[in-house]
Nanobody
């Protein structure tokens, strides 16, 4: 089992940047694929980015490609989401998730553990 705690959210102007962090507890962090999801008001939770166990493979939603970068530091049990060129459409609560499966998933059902979320608001 792993516990996930997100941080780094806040209010930023359009065009700005934020770096989200997800700190994981437990000894088996490297056993999990990791992902970021987001949920905007009135919308369903959607996949944003995912990363393999080693960090060698990454996947992104089309809406954030070229702007967001997911990474992980297994020595620190932490996964990051660097968000650049932020747009008002990026406003949402961002959730960190961990999956026990060997593949990076894009569906909520493919992840087993979730953080509490951190709020990102992008003003125009």
């Amino acid at each position: 089992q792993v516990q996930l705690v997100e941080s780094g959210g806040g209010l930023v102007q359009a065009g700005g940047s934020l770096r989200l962090s997800c700190a994981a507890s437990g000894r088996t962090f490297t056993s999990y694929t990791m992902g970021w999801f987001r949920q905007a008001p009135g919308k369903e939770r959607e996949f944003v980015a995912g990363i393999s166990r080693s960090g060698s493979s990454t996947y992104y939603a089309d809406s954030v490609k070229g702007r967001f970068t997911i990474s992980r530091d297994n020595a620190k049990n932490t996964v990051y989401l660097q968000m650049n060129s932020l747009k008002p459409e990026d406003t949402a609560v961002y959730y960190c998730a961990a999956g026990r499966g060997p593949f990076v998933g894009v569906l909520q059902s493919e992840y087993d553990y979730w953080g509490q979320g951190t709020r990102v608001a992008v003003s125009s």
